[in-house]
């Protein structure tokens, strides 16, 4: 049975999320001990956080969660903070806004738990130009290589079309941010339909946990 850990939220919510949890079929760990904070992705592969956590002691946790493969959920009573959270934690991150129905909250945690599970490993081998896809080797050309390297420079981070053009194309007009479109549909063919994210209004995500 999964565990699901809760850290740091004030004690009725965290009893109405434990009750839906457990609907669920999930077990429920509760702790505030964030010193030496650690998680066992076997056993508790998702953590919900209190987004009022001040920042010097969320990010941590949070970049440290990520490089671990742990998805996040965030919860705020603040719908207004919604935009924000997903602008700053990018990654395998959600945000769950107060009051909520049990099954928005299972919905959010099985979408965080199951894009964990989807994802597969991938390597890149700078100096022979090689891309493995869970020690499969993946055939690309120079351009979608040149591309994906420049995603991979910046796990989880949004990027432009524009910043793409310059960086791996060597553009500097910015008329023709249509390629970018073209050669991110044929990574997607071959490294996953979920590997690179759209974000809206801005670009692309190369999803990495």
Not at 23 to 31: A, E, N, P, Q
Not at 143 to 148: D, G, I, K, R, S
Request: aromatic fraction near 8%; hydrophobic fraction near 40%; glycine fraction near 4%.
């Amino acid at each position: 049975m999964t565990t699901i850990l809760i850290l740091n939220y004030d004690d009725s919510t965290t009893r109405k999320l434990q009750a839906c949890l457990r609907l669920g079929k999930y077990r429920v760990t509760v702790s505030n001990a964030y010193d030496k904070m650690s998680v066992d992705i076997k056993t508790q592969p998702l953590v919900i956080l209190d987004a009022r956590m001040k920042w010097t002691t969320c990010r941590p946790l949070f970049e440290q969660f990520q490089r671990q493969g742990c998805p996040v959920l965030f919860v705020t009573s603040d719908r207004n903070m919604v935009g924000h959270l997903r602008a700053l934690y990018t990654g395998s991150s959600d945000v769950l806004t107060l009051p909520f129905l049990p099954k928005a909250l299972l919905s959010k945690v099985t979408g965080l738990l199951d894009t964990r599970q989807e994802l597969r490993k991938l390597t890149v081998n700078e100096q022979e130009r090689v891309v493995m896809l869970d020690g499969q080797r993946v055939e690309l050309t120079a351009q979608e290589y040149a591309l994906l390297f420049v995603l991979m420079e910046n796990p989880d981070t949004a990027l432009s079309r524009e910043h793409l053009l310059r960086q791996a194309w060597g553009y500097q007009s910015m008329g023709e941010t249509r390629t970018v479109d073209v050669h991110v549909q044929r990574l997607r063919k071959k490294l996953g339909d979920d590997r690179i994210e759209t974000v809206y209004k801005c670009g692309y995500r190369l999803k990495m946990a």
